[in-house]
């Protein structure tokens, strides 16, 4: 194939993912305007259309302020996805330093187990937790929650410090140690911080598999333990109501600043790895 025919496969394949890449952001557009409309409807006014500052409010975004329901499950999110992020971050580093050991026996089940909340159907996860959860009194409170979620974030964590691991220089421990260093002390001043990048890149997956998860709250969460997504379920189901909207137009830009987050983690990844090996 000439080079002509790979500008034309090329400018083919581009031209499909830009369709693609539209076929899933524009809907997500489109509920960031609707979020300020002036009117209780799920549809673009005539006013809007017009864009009349009159049809454009933000009464939707005070709602959220003002309903008790709403500021409940803001709160229980952010402790829940917060002290969940911190379980999946410690178990999830340890286990990677683990699997990072070469003379570990059964290495590649071990693995396997411990990724197997991500790619185990999450309804099944649901089920089989409850069922646990309720034999030990752990159901509907938010330490049941909370170590749900760190069991599903903690493989995002393993997966993130073990790629960072590779990376990582082992003749820094063992001069450490040389040096009179303990493990403790080697493993604080010397890994840790060079593992960081990875270490917080998990950390915030972690956190956003939390943050956006609905399944097991269901099973799970009482009234107490209501969650953003969980509140949002049931006001889709029992009341429709323009808030959500507001609500989904603060997750998306919250899951921008976190992508970028993570994104900065990465570049900082690579310029670490590049450097350690100058």
Request: hydrophobic share 55%.
């Amino acid at each position: 194939m000439d080079n002509f025919g790979w500008k034309v496969v090329r400018g083919v394949f581009v031209a499909v993912v830009v369709l693609g890449l539209c076929f899933l952001v524009l809907p997500l557009l489109v509920i960031v305007p609707l979020s300020f409309n002036a009117e209780p409807y799920f549809t673009f006014t005539e006013g809007m259309l017009r864009l009349d500052g009159e049809a454009y409010s933000l009464r939707w975004y005070r709602s959220i302020l003002e309903n008790p329901e709403w500021s409940k499950a803001i709160g229980n999110s952010f402790i829940i996805g917060v002290f969940a992020t911190l379980v999946a971050t410690v178990l999830g580093t340890l286990a990677a330093l683990g699997l990072n050991n070469p003379r570990l026996p059964f290495r590649q089940a071990i693995s396997a187990l411990l990724i197997s909340p991500m790619v185990t159907p999450v309804i099944i996860v649901a089920v089989g937790v409850f069922f646990f959860y309720s034999s030990m009194g752990l159901a509907q409170t938010h330490l049941g929650l909370i170590l749900a979620h760190a069991m599903l974030g903690a493989p995002f964590v393993v997966i993130t410090v073990t790629a960072t691991l590779a990376g990582f220089d082992q003749t820094l421990m063992r001069a450490a140690t040389s040096l009179g260093a303990g493990p403790l002390t080697a493993f604080t001043r010397i890994q840790l911080p060079l593992i960081s990048p990875g270490v917080l890149t998990g950390a915030l997956f972690a956190f956003i598999a939390s943050f956006d998860e609905v399944v097991v709250v269901l099973f799970l969460g009482g009234v107490d333990q209501r969650t953003i997504p969980r509140q949002m379920w049931s006001g889709i189901r029992e009341e429709i109501s323009p808030t959500i909207l507001a609500i989904a137009t603060l997750l998306i830009v919250f899951a921008i600043l976190l992508l970028l987050a993570v994104e900065l983690l990465q570049r900082r990844n690579k310029l670490s790895a590049e450097t350690s090996v100058k």
